[in-house]
């Protein structure tokens, strides 16, 4: 696609339930991010996706939390039992990854989530 | 651990203003440094990418600038107007693993005043 896309843009929901949040990146591009925003936060990295493989998935805050990718492409970001305290922006960003490639990361609108 | 820290956290200035964002980091091997844009409600639009070879990159009215010895980028925008109202982040890339590590500052929001 022309851009990152992520959907919902919107979603609510009650304490307890999962969810599951869609990132759809730029055509042909490998790396995937996913970044949480919390009120009046910074950017909290999350997972990192080279192709179908997450070899970095240190800043996924508990294992409620887990995310896949399928085809090198949409990937998928749950979250079980969801808390109060996973309110957030929830940010799907892209890139190339080449040997020279600069690697410009390029965001989706995000995914604003709220528990109840 | 880089940390990545951004001053001021809020400005406002009026319109047709010369003005600079700061950031600064803690460790100076970088890859690449990247200054977004955020506005209400959105994702992060990317400015302007200063690779750790470069020392500076232009676009438009806006100026990135980057002293990796000292550990830090500075963004400047000439003659600003309401519409560069927005919160401005700072994103700084670690190579390590074979992949780029980004670390983001908590970002300095701006209001041009007309």
């Known amino acids: 696609g022309a851009g990152v896309s992520q959907s919902p843009s919107n979603k609510v929901t009650e304490k307890g339930k999962d969810v599951e949040l869609r990132c759809d990146p730029i055509?042909?591009?490998?790396?995937l991010y996913w970044y949480r925003q919390s009120l009046g936060q910074g950017l909290e990295f999350l997972i990192y996706f080279q192709g179908n493989s997450a070899p970095d998935k240190s800043g996924l805050p508990s294992d409620r939390f887990s995310a896949e990718r399928t085809g090198g492409s949409v990937s998928t970001l749950t979250i079980q039992r969801t808390q109060q305290e996973d309110s957030a922006v929830y940010l799907c960003?892209?890139?190339?990854?080449?040997?020279?490639?600069?690697?410009?990361?390029?965001f989706g609108s995000g995914t604003q989530l709220s528990v109840l | 651990k880089q940390e990545v820290t951004q001053i001021p956290a809020a400005l406002s200035v009026p319109e047709g203003e010369n003005l600079v964002l700061n950031c600064s980091f803690t460790d100076s091997a970088i890859y690449n440094l990247q200054w977004f844009r955020q506005d209400p409600g959105k994702g992060l639009t990317s400015l302007l990418l200063?690779?750790?070879?470069?020392r500076e990159q232009t676009s438009g009215r806006l100026n990135a600038s980057l002293d990796k010895s000292s550990g830090r980028s500075t963004l400047y925008i000439a003659a600003s107007q309401p519409g560069d109202s927005a919160t401005y982040l700072c994103?700084?890339?670690?190579?390590?693993?074979?992949?780029?590590?980004?670390?983001f500052g908590t970002g300095t929001k701006l209001q041009v005043i007309p």
């Open positions: 200063i690779q750790s070879s470069q």
């Open positions: 994103a700084v890339s670690l190579y390590s693993g074979g992949y780029q590590k980004v670390t």
């Open positions: 055509s042909g591009h490998t790396a």
């Open positions: 960003a892209s890139s190339t990854k080449g040997r020279w490639s600069n690697e410009k990361l390029f």
